[in-house]
């Protein structure tokens, strides 16, 4: 949560005269926001675009989809760059039937990148 408060993202915490952090019901569910937001990949500024949005809940509804889409966006060229690579990788095992390094095609392709199709 230190990160986090340091970052600006969770406001500072109450202290106690032994200058412990309390931290309360609010601190959680923002903590909560951005771990789920973590987990759907959004960046830190990502999120805290979304929390300044959340704080603010009678505008627009249309940063808080710009900032999903543009997200959405990257997913889906994550997820097509390792199709590619799961199709290379399965391709070099396909090819690679020999009975010793000398021949296989995994180290060959590793060897020489211009043999790669994944990019």
């Known amino acids: 949560m230190r990160y986090y408060e340091e970052e600006g993202l ?13 931290y309360g019901e609010q601190h ?8 789920h937001g ?5 960046s830190l500024e990502a999120i805290t675009e979304l929390l300044k949005l959340a704080a603010h ?7 808080a989809d710009e900032i999903t889409r543009a997200q959405l966006q990257q997913v889906r ?6 199709k590619a ?10 090819q690679c039937a020999c009975e010793t390094v000398a021949h296989c095609k995994v180290i060959e392709v590793l060897q020489d990148h211009h043999l790669c199709h994944h990019e």
């Open 77 to 82: 060229s994550r997820i097509s760059r390792l």
């Open 28 to 35: 959680l569910q923002r903590l909560l926001f951005i771990r």
């Open 57 to 63: 809940s009678e505008q627009p509804r249309a940063m």
């Open 85 to 94: 690579l799961e199709t290379e990788l399965a391709t070099m095992v396909e």
């Open 38 to 42: 973590r987990e759907l990949g959004f």
């Open 10 to 22: 969770i406001p500072p915490p109450v202290r106690t005269e032994g200058n412990q952090r309390r």
